[in-house]
């Protein structure tokens, strides 16, 4: 059989494969690099960026759910100028596409961002999150207002060539919408979904287990809300899609690719298993090889329905 082509594309970004490490699961690259080979993979999203610092939300912030666990980090980062001086300089070194994963409290802040890192050729693209829900500020109130998402992508679109990538949020109802939004102000993809608001409460202190009180569920016990959402989206708009929960294995992977998908992140995953990703990738290559796939872009919204 001929050699598979893993190969995708997410608008104007080719990637060899589409394996990504999600935002915020494995640091800014190096924390994870002595467990996994990077150069294998398709792209890496790096933590969230902003402006400033930020030091984030106090302690306890995770906590382990039934399938699941909680975080509210908070978006604790070390900001824009420390991430070119000290985090760029080891991500030019890995053979794998670079998409820098953008945070802030204002449109004035995203833009910032990208006229600053703009200029890095080692940054291929932006993730723009507006919707992280373990902030007070900022990513919850854009994620769930269709007007400030359409105003952000229109804003940053203004200041890039590079693609754009909207990562919204489940909690609403229509995420058909926000997506549709996101392309007409010229987003190139959207990345689908960013967590769940969840809870939980230690039964004898009947406190919270996690100092924010609430915080972002992810991992399996989210994985049919999220291809549901990335159905809903590939059913309704035409863009490309980067799915995104409860991913642990090629036949999670597969399953998304199917409802819509052109790519799709792992994430808590790479807590429990680093080497997920390579593994993952082996297992695509077998599935097409069952199945006479040459080409595993032939799978994306490939469902019968």
């Not at 900022?138 to 992508?153: C, S």
Request: with cysteine; glycine share 8%; proline share 5%.
């Amino acid at each position: 059989m001929n050699e598979i082509d893993l190969s995708v594309n997410i608008g104007s970004l080719k990637l060899k494969n589409p394996v990504m490490l999600a935002s915020g699961t494995v640091g800014y690259g190096n924390e994870i690099s002595e467990f996994t080979d990077l150069s294998k993979i398709g792209a890496i999203v790096t933590k969230s960026i902003s402006l400033k610092p930020r030091k984030g939300n106090p302690p306890q912030r995770i906590t382990e759910t039934p399938s699941g666990m909680l975080n509210a980090i908070g978006l604790a980062n070390v900001g824009v100028e420390e991430f070119i001086t000290h985090k760029i300089p080891f991500l030019k070194k890995i053979n794998s596409t670079l998409i820098c994963n953008i945070a802030a409290s204002s449109i004035e802040e995203y833009i910032e961002c990208v006229e600053i890192l703009e200029t890095q050729e080692t940054i291929k693209g932006f993730e723009i999150n507006v919707s992280c829900p373990n902030v007070k500020e900022g990513g919850l109130i854009f994620g769930n207002d269709i007007n400030a998402v359409g105003r952000i992508t229109e804003k940053v679109r203004a200041k890039t060539n590079k693609p754009i990538i909207i990562k919204l949020s489940p909690n609403n109802s229509n995420i058909s919408d926000y997506a549709e939004v996101v392309k007409k102000e010229g987003g190139d993809a959207v990345s689908a979904i960013n967590t769940l608001v969840g809870t939980a409460f230690d039964i004898y202190s009947r406190k919270p287990k996690i100092k924010n009180i609430t915080g972002g569920l992810s991992g399996p016990a989210i994985k049919p809300v999220a291809l549901a959402k990335v159905l809903e989206i590939s059913r309704k708009v035409d863009i490309p899609i980067i799915g995104i929960g409860g991913i642990f294995d090629w036949k999670d992977a597969v399953e998304f690719m199917i409802v819509g998908a052109s790519a799709f992140q792992i994430g808590t995953v790479n807590f429990v298993n680093p080497r997920a990703s390579l593994e993952i990738i082996e297992g695509l290559k077998k599935y097409c090889e069952e199945t006479s796939i040459t080409k595993i872009s032939d799978l994306i919204a490939s469902r019968i329905i």
